[in-house]
Structure formats: C-alpha cells, structure tokens
C-alpha cells in the first residue's frame, strides 16, 4: 500500500469515526483492524464492516524498511496522537520525497510504501521501493536524513540545490508545531543517526533558512540593476488609466511575460485605441536585478503596427507552392 493511501483514507474516515464509541476494543480483535496503526479509535455496531471497507488489514512487508517516522502525542491528550496530525505529517514526507526524488534523479524512481504501521503508538515504516531499472542517482530518504542529522547537530549547513531547500522546508514544516500539536516526533534509518522532532530542532532549522536569506540578500545580482531607455513590443491591457499617470499592462510578445508600465505625457485617447493591440512601446525601463526583464517601463511613445504588419503575425505564414527547382543556379 502507498503512503498517500493511508493518508487519504485515514482523512475520508475521520468525520464518521469522530462520532463513533469505544473502537479500540473492535480493532484488537477485528481481521480487517488498523493492527499496525495508532489511531484515534471508537466502537459501533457497525465498526467491522467498514473497517473491512477501509481495508487495513495486517499484511507482512515484501522488504525492509528504510525509513520509521514515530510521533507522540501530548500529555493532555493521554499520549495520543489525533488522526489531522499523523496524517499531515506522513503525507508532508511522502510528497517531499517524491519531489526529492525527481530533482535529485530526474523523475520517478521511487514509490514509498508502507512498510509497517505499528499500533499503541502513531508510528509507520516507509520502504523505498524501486521504480526504475535505470541508474540512480540519489536516494531521497539518505538526503532527507543527512541533512536532518547535520541541522539537529547544530551545523550551519548551506542548501546546495533545490532538493536541499525542499527538504529543510519540510523540517521546518514538521517541526513547527511541536509541544502544540504534539509532543514530539522522532525519524530514524538504518543508516542514520535517528533525529529528534521537536522545537529545539525548529529554532535550528530556523537559523539555517535566517543565513540563507541573508546570503541571497548578500549575493550580487545575477541581472542588470538599473534604468535603460529601451523599446519592448507586445499588447497593452488597462490598469488604471485615471489621473496624470495612468497604469498599464504590457504583456510581451515573447514569452506572454506582464510588465507594470506607466504613462508620462501621453494622449489618453491614443492610450485606449492601442488597448488590446500589439504595440511597440519605447521609454525609461527599471531593472531590480531579479530577472532579465525590467520591474516597469515608464512609457514616453506607444507605436501601433497594423495588421499587415510583419510584427502583427502570430507564427505562422500563408501556404504557397513550391515551383519546380530544375534549372535553378
């Protein structure tokens, strides 16, 4: 069974098993129970047969297990573990694997399945199970380890790529409402040194993404900073066409990208007959330095090209017939 599998259904079940009593009792002796899961449980007299419909039953793993997320619940709950927050969390790490998995690998070459689900405590068991016949990179699990082991240690360690920063938004994700929603959490793997969840680990994670915003802050731009008189062509769409500046949009022939433009000294008659047009606009473009393209364009001309216009064509030309090519030099 995936892990989303348990997720979703845990979450379709939620409303009816809120109103049912005493279920504990009917899943240690029902063969369809949740025998491996530690879920909030209640009794009714109709409790087999949907758990039967649900469809937990106990079913031995077809291999090992690489990964053991084990949460545990606050003292004013008894220790429990209510069914949101097991099941947010568990659904939070199987979606940041599978994004790991295809940064880090290019695509899918990971299933994550369940493993094992052990009952009396809200712990559950991934394996990761092979997709691929092809050459494996990376295991996404090893990753999501490492660097939780380097952050719980106290190492200020710098994301090297966009798995990194995924996988440390899911830390800090997991563990930013310990000793609310729940005590604490504990992750562990066989190669691995095992991590404690909880707000000593969120303070870290914290300090890891505070010294990589101001290293982004820090960091030169990648692009121009600074102001060029330039022309641009696409379509102006209205903003705000009130006052002695008016607000438009430029939405780019190329690439469809919208560009925050105002107007100095222009004809607002002019202005609305070049609405929804394909123009030329030339004036002072400002660049921030974030992307290529500048942040607005202070307009001074808008040119309008008519419709026979070469600039007017959408990528594509009239058909013609080719003449025969003999005696062509």
């Given at each position: 069974m995936r892990v989303l599998d348990v997720v979703e259904t845990c979450m379709v079940w939620l409303p009816t098993l809120r109103y049912l009593h005493q279920f504990q009792s009917i899943l240690t002796r029902s063969p369809y129970s949740i025998t491996n899961a530690a879920l909030p449980c209640y009794h009714s007299p109709q409790a087999p047969a949907q758990i039967?419909?649900?469809?937990?039953?106990?079913?031995s793993p077809p291999g090992g297990k690489d990964l053991t997320f084990k949460i545990f619940g606050l003292d004013d709950m008894g220790g429990e573990v209510p069914v949101e927050v097991f099941a947010k969390k568990i659904s939070e790490i199987s979606k940041t694997l599978k994004k790991v998995d295809k940064v880090k690998?290019?695509?899918?070459?990971?299933?994550?399945?369940?493993a094992g689900l052990k009952y009396?405590?809200?712990?559950?068991d991934f394996r990761e199970k092979t997709m691929t016949d092809k050459t494996i990179r990376t295991s996404p699990v090893r990753k999501f380890?490492?660097?939780?082991?380097?952050?719980a240690s106290g190492r200020l360690i710098k994301p090297e790529d966009q798995a990194d920063e995924i996988i440390i938004d899911l830390y800090d994700s997991l563990s930013k409402d310990a000793s609310k929603g729940f005590s604490y959490a504990t992750l562990r793997s066989p190669h691995d040194e095992l991590v404690r969840v909880d707000e000593?680990?969120?303070?870290q994670v914290a300090r890891v993404l505070a010294a990589a915003e101001q290293a982004a802050q820090d960091a030169p731009p990648k692009f121009y900073v600074g102001d060029a008189i330039g022309s641009f062509t696409g379509v102006i769409q209205a903003v705000d066409l009130k006052g002695d500046a008016p607000e438009v949009r430029l939405v780019l022939s190329a690439g469809g990208k919208s560009i925050n433009c105002v107007l100095f000294g222009m004809d607002l008659d002019e202005v609305r007959a070049a609405l929804g047009n394909?123009?030329?606009?030339?004036?002072?473009?400002?660049?921030?330095?974030?992307?290529?393209l500048p942040s607005r364009i202070e307009i001074r001309r808008?040119?309008?090209?008519?419709?026979?216009?070469?600039?007017?064509?959408?990528?594509?030309?009239?058909?013609?017939?080719?003449?025969?090519?003999?005696?062509?030099?």
């Open positions: 039967a419909r649900i469809q937990f039953s106990k079913m690998n290019g695509g899918k070459c990971f299933e994550y399945v369940v009396g405590s809200a712990r559950i380890m490492s660097i939780g082991t380097a952050v000593y680990l969120n303070s394909k123009v030329s606009v030339t004036g002072r473009a400002i660049y921030e330095g974030r992307t290529g808008i040119q309008r090209f008519s419709k026979n216009s070469i600039l007017g064509l959408s990528g594509s030309i009239k058909p013609f017939q080719v003449r025969d090519w003999d005696g062509l030099t």
